[in-house]
């Protein structure tokens, strides 16, 4: 096991006196003594279009509700670039290829990535998929300075890359390193090393939309203040007082120190949750199911002292005796929700790792821990004029995960909008607490689908029909997509017969023709019978009614 399988506090391969969590100074790699760590930074540009496995020459872009959220190299090339409109992204580049937003594709893609830097260092943090963090007192100290820890890692990383084939599809790995993350974060933009004591500096001439909360950037433009360095030039005290604990917290990134002042405390052990899979979990969505329950255990214990975590550990142990450790870190408080959607990321990279990697478990998950490693004081969270997550849906969700204990993930589902000709597949049921994610694109065109508008009532499995016409003969569709006869008289389900007053069609729909086991092929009517209105289908010589419209 490489150093994924050590725990999180554990030392790494180097001699020296620091570790990935002290500030010090020392050349090539000490801390400012501001408050602020040195840090490196490990960045794959485009990582949801590499980890998706397209080439950057292609044009590709990841959308997600309707917005662009990452790009190829080939797409920015024709003037696509993140946060427009689909709709304006597909104007400017007519073949752009459209990859949905899938983070836990990301996130399993990512974790040999995140193992290649750990080799270098303990304690490594997951920012984000394509993203990792680690302190680099020791490891500067070890391999000859900043610069040349900067080098390994890259050469690391892009022989990950390649050695996963996902290398060909991207730009490599960038690093950058500077003191604290949000500076090295931008350092790695940029791809340099930036002097300690130095990220003020280098940070006051980037505008403050690099602060990634538009909110308060768009007010501080307004108000004139349209740099970093102009932005930390302002009094600490009245910056908190303007803009509150986030604009505090900006305010500290702009100056070059770290989130928040340092602690110089660990939280105590037995803020740990933990819990035994018997049998042990062979899949992802098991073993996610229980982190669901630690994740809220976890909150609610952190909850009642004030505190709210920023950093977890995630650890889990096999029936072999296999180790794996860790950290992700976000940049606010960690709610249950995003602490379990982490959890699953992480055990879909461990679980999903290529058979040739030292970090894939040989067996099943025994044992799942949350450990917080970070914690900061939790001052609570402005709601949305609007609405927003609320107390009530708080409670309401942990019922509902209470329910799937008792009765299992798939007793409870949420209703998300798919794509599809029949009725009952433009809906696709996801367990609660699962991505909503559709089977099918709801935004493809969808030939011979049932016209507007949409049924009541659809129903599962479809009843069985009788549609005949004046003269009591079945009424069929011949090839060509015509009826044989109008029909007259409607039986449901074995019910009375009813005059039809009105009907419309027939769709005729012809699925997968190039598949002979799937092969489909249907004629759907709306037929207004008695008191009711039915959506029908012809199939194989019989008739169903797949749905009401009252």
């Given at each position: ?13 180097y001699?020296g006196?620091g ?7 020392g050349?090539g ?9 040195r840090t ?16 950057a020459e292609?044009a590709a872009?990841v ?28 104007g400017r ?10 983070p ?12 290649a830097v ?6 490594v943090?997951v920012l984000r998929?394509?993203?990792v963090a ?9 391999f000859?300075g ?35 993350a949000f500076a090295?974060?931008l ?5 340099t ?11 006051a ?5 690099a ?9 501080l433009?307004?108000?004139?203040l349209?740099?970093?360095g ?16 986030d604009g505090?917290r ?13 602690t110089g405390h ?7 949750v933990?819990v035994?899979?018997?049998?042990p979990?062979?899949r ?16 609610r ?15 889990a142990e ?14 606010g ?18 679980l999903?790792?290529?058979?040739s990697s ?9 044992l799942?821990?949350?450990?917080p490693?970070?914690v ?19 409670r309401?969700?942990?019922?509902l995960?209470?329910?799937q204990g008792?009765l ?11 794509g ?10 996801v367990?609660?607490?699962?991505e ?9 065109p ?5 016209p507007?508008p ?5 129903f ?14 079945p ?6 997509g015509t009826?044989?006869?109008a029909p ?5 389900d074995?019910g009375?017969?009813?005059a039809v007053a ?11 023709w190039w598949?002979t086991a799937?092969?489909?092929?249907r ?5 207004v ?22």
């Amino acid at each position: 096991m490489t150093v994924a399988g050590r725990s999180c506090g554990e030392k790494a391969r180097y001699p020296g006196p620091g570790t990935a969590g002290t500030s010090g100074a020392g050349a090539g790699g000490g801390g400012t003594g501001g408050g602020a760590i040195r840090t490196l930074v490990a960045w794959v540009p485009d990582w949801p279009v590499v980890a998706a496995g397209v080439p950057a020459e292609v044009a590709a872009a990841v959308v997600f509700s309707n917005r662009v959220v990452a790009c190829s190299a080939g797409a920015r090339a024709e003037g696509v670039v993140r946060g427009i409109r689909r709709r304006e992204a597909q104007g400017r580049c007519p073949g752009l290829v459209v990859l949905g937003h899938d983070p836990s594709r990301d996130a399993r893609a990512f974790e040999p990535v995140a193992g290649a830097v750990a080799a270098f260092a303990p304690r490594v943090e997951v920012l984000r998929p394509g993203v990792v963090a680690v302190a680099t007192l020791g490891p500067s100290r070890y391999f000859g300075g900043d610069t040349a820890l900067a080098a390994k890692v890259t050469d690391a990383v892009t022989s990950t890359l390649a050695a996963q084939r996902v290398g060909e599809a991207g730009s490599g790995c960038v690093v950058g390193i500077a003191d604290g993350a949000f500076a090295a974060g931008l350092a790695a933009r940029r791809g340099t090393v930036v002097a300690p004591g130095g990220s003020a500096a280098f940070l006051a001439p980037f505008p403050v939309a690099a602060l990634d909360q538009p909110n308060l950037a768009g007010l501080l433009v307004r108000l004139g203040l349209r740099t970093l360095g102009a932005f930390a030039a302002l009094p600490a005290t009245d910056v908190l007082a303007r803009f509150g604990p986030d604009g505090a917290r900006a305010h500290r990134q702009a100056r070059g120190l770290d989130e928040r002042p340092l602690t110089g405390h660990e939280p105590p052990a037995d803020f740990a949750v933990q819990v035994e899979l018997d049998p042990p979990a062979l899949r992802v969505d098991t073993a996610a199911f229980a982190a669901k329950a630690l994740a809220d255990e976890l909150h609610r214990t952190l909850a009642k002292r004030g505190l709210a975590c920023t950093r977890v550990c995630i650890e889990a142990e096999t029936e072999h005796g296999e180790h794996l450790a860790r950290l992700w870190r976000s940049d606010g408080a960690l709610t249950p929700a995003a602490m379990a959607e982490r959890v699953r990321w992480q055990l879909d990279g461990w679980l999903h790792a290529p058979v040739s990697s030292s970090d894939r478990p040989t067996g099943g998950i025994s044992l799942l821990r949350l450990a917080p490693d970070q914690v900061v004081p939790d001052n609570g969270r402005q709601q949305g004029f609007w609405g927003g997550t609320t107390e009530t849906a708080e409670r309401a969700a942990r019922a509902l995960a209470r329910v799937q204990g008792m009765l299992g993930p798939e007793a409870v589902v949420t209703a998300v909008p798919s794509g599809g000709r029949h009725p009952g597949e433009r809906v696709t049921l996801v367990p609660w607490g699962d991505e909503r994610e559709p089977v099918r694109p709801a935004d493809r065109p969808w030939p011979g689908q049932v016209p507007s508008p949409s049924p009541a009532t659809v129903f599962a499995p479809p009843l069985a029909a009788e549609l005949v016409a004046s003269s009591g003969d079945p009424v069929g569709v011949t090839g060509r997509g015509t009826v044989t006869a109008a029909p007259a008289r409607l039986s449901v389900d074995g019910g009375r017969w009813a005059a039809v007053a009105s009907w419309a069609g027939p769709w005729p729909a012809d699925e997968r023709w190039w598949d002979t086991a799937a092969h489909r092929r249907r004629a759907r009517f709306q037929v207004v019978a008695g008191d009711a209105a039915w959506l029908l289908a012809l199939e194989g010589g019989r008739w169903w009614a797949e749905a009401s419209y009252d």
